[in-house]
């Protein structure tokens, strides 16, 4: 498999539907009134960063309402990288708009340039992001390389179960494609089922992602599961039954 031609394929898909996702002048206008992206649960977690984080690296930034946020948490300066560029124009408009002290990167995840490396109190990433990166564990080992000692990890992203049901169903069905929490079919796959562009994507489960951080040297010291999703996949689902399944999750890891 070759990897890097893969995240190359997914960043031109990204580059391609980027005009969906340039919401410039609305996401400008609430983080200068001081508004946040971050989850309520991610704020909770994270915590007042100005006691502790002088720089913040955002891993698959995208258009970077989560990377400015970090700013509006306390973090003195954040650094977005992302495989698309034009994600990361409309970042840096942002970013010119709000006179910001943010950089952005365009990369590989996997191949963030080493002038970053332990120049973090703070990696952090999300909300559909690991599902791009085809080696979990080379993912780890770029969090843990960028992380200054006693630099933390943070992750809020969705639960690798929510994979395993049918988007379309009234209840909690199996999917008839991806109904598996263990298939390597379903672990890897396209997501052609939630657009009708098909980057390849793939689905770790959750020991999967702790077991990469673990074998980064990461000290994992926070974990905990939600019933919120992070988007609206499951339109049809009552509010009720939703709720009794986890499609959220965060972890904390430190490094040493």
Not at 99 to 127: E, F, H, M
Not at 148 to 174: K, N, S
Not at 187 to 193: A, D, K, Q
Not at 205 to 217: D, E, P, R, Y
Request: proline content about 4%; glycine content about 6%.
């Amino acid at each position: 498999m070759d990897i890097s031609a893969i995240h190359q394929e997914t960043g031109a898909f990204w580059n391609e539907i980027a005009d969906t996702y340039d919401d410039e002048g609305e996401s400008t206008k609430f983080l200068r009134s001081g508004g946040n992206f971050l989850f309520e649960a991610e704020q909770q977690i994270l915590g007042d960063l100005s006691a502790w984080c002088e720089r913040a690296i955002h891993l698959q930034c995208s258009h970077g309402n989560d990377a400015l946020s970090l700013l509006r948490q306390g973090a003195a300066s954040v650094v977005g990288v992302d495989i698309s560029e034009q994600l990361l124009a409309i970042a840096r408009r942002k970013t010119q708009a709000l006179r910001a002290s943010a950089a952005w990167y365009c990369s590989d995840i996997l191949q963030t340039p080493a002038a970053l490396n332990r120049t973090a109190n703070l990696v952090y990433t999300g909300k559909g992001a690991l599902c791009w990166m085809m080696d979990i564990a080379a993912w780890a080992n770029v969090a843990a390389r960028l992380l200054a000692p006693q630099g933390r990890l943070f992750i809020f992203e969705a639960h690798p179960l929510d994979w395993v049901w049918d988007t379309r169903a009234a209840e909690y069905t199996f999917d008839p494609e991806h109904g598996s929490y263990f298939s390597e079919r379903f672990r890897e796959t396209l997501f052609s089922r939630v657009t009708q562009a098909t980057p390849r994507s793939r689905l770790w489960t959750l020991g999967q992602i702790v077991n990469s951080i673990i074998g980064a040297g990461l000290t994992i010291e926070h974990l905990s599961e939600y019933p919120m999703p992070f988007w609206n996949q499951f339109p049809n689902i009552p509010a009720e039954m939703l709720d009794r399944l986890p499609h959220t999750f965060a972890l904390m890891a430190r490094k040493p």
